[in-house]
């Protein structure tokens, strides 16, 4: 059975750093993308970001540019999400999310539980 | 950037079709995938590019998609359906996804 589980999530406050993890089992990520969905309290889903399977592609949305990496390590089948500069907004569950990727763009076919992230002080 | 549009709610009859629409420019040119989120659960994909389905996805769920709409059409619509649908594609290196639609089946 496919398992995402992501790690990491907490209190966090503005201005910090956090860094999610998302281990996989059940699959090989090493043929997949790998991306990140948020969703903030009481709203809709967020594409964060994403990173084809041999991390030569790399993707982030306008409002986490220059403050979230992505990346991954196909050995330990595991993504990772490294946020700093924290701001209130980025109040979230945050999902890990596989897909295949290639021309028809990125999807998400399996999903984790997700990490809740609270920016506040 | 582009943005996806769906209506905040759609209502369905127990057993009948239920239709939920997403609308973009020329979004019929793209390829378009809808989820269904419950309550405190995470996503689970159930159209993929336009007019798949994922395995285990019933075949009361297809997708189609054509000039400035989208549409995600639930046949026999059952109580266990009452959800949350987002439509999301990929446009300029960036994923989108539709504000989210709340089905309710009465």
């Known amino acids: 059975e496919f398992q995402l589980v992501e790690s990491g999530g907490g209190l966090v406050k503005p201005g910090g750093s956090l860094r999610l993890s998302c281990a996989v089992s059940?699959?090989?990520?090493?043929?997949?993308?790998m991306n990140w969905v948020r969703q903030a309290p009481g709203k809709g889903l967020e594409w964060v970001s994403s990173?084809?399977?041999?991390?030569?592609?790399?993707y982030y949305a306008d409002s986490v540019k220059g403050r979230f990496t992505i990346s991954r390590d196909n050995a330990r089948n595991s993504l990772y999400l490294q946020m700093n500069s924290l701001r209130a907004e980025d109040t979230a569950v945050y999902f890990c999310?596989?897909?295949?990727?290639?021309?028809?763009?990125?999807?998400?076919?399996?999903w984790g539980q997700g990490s809740l992230v609270t920016v506040s002080s | 950037s582009y943005e996806l549009t769906q209506p905040l709610s759609v209502s369905v009859a127990l057993g009948q079709t239920a239709r939920i629409t997403c609308g973009g420019g020329?979004?019929?040119?793209?390829?378009v995938h809808w989820y269904q989120q419950k309550p405190g659960q995470a996503p689970v994909l159930v159209i993929y590019?336009?007019?798949n389905r994922p395995s285990g996805i019933p075949e009361r769920f297809s997708g189609s998609n054509s000039g400035n709409t989208a549409t995600l059409t639930i046949s026999r619509a059952q109580v266990g359906d009452e959800a949350d649908y987002y439509c999301?594609?990929?446009?300029?290196?960036?994923?989108?996804f539709g504000g989210g639609t709340k089905l309710t089946v009465l």
């Open positions: 020329n979004i019929g040119g793209k390829s």
């Open positions: 590019i336009n007019n």
């Open positions: 999301q594609l990929w446009d300029s290196s960036t994923g989108v």
């Open positions: 990173i084809n399977s041999g991390s030569r592609y790399i």
């Open positions: 059940g699959f090989t990520i090493s043929s997949y993308s």
């Open positions: 999310a596989s897909g295949p990727g290639g021309t028809t763009g990125y999807y998400f076919d399996y």
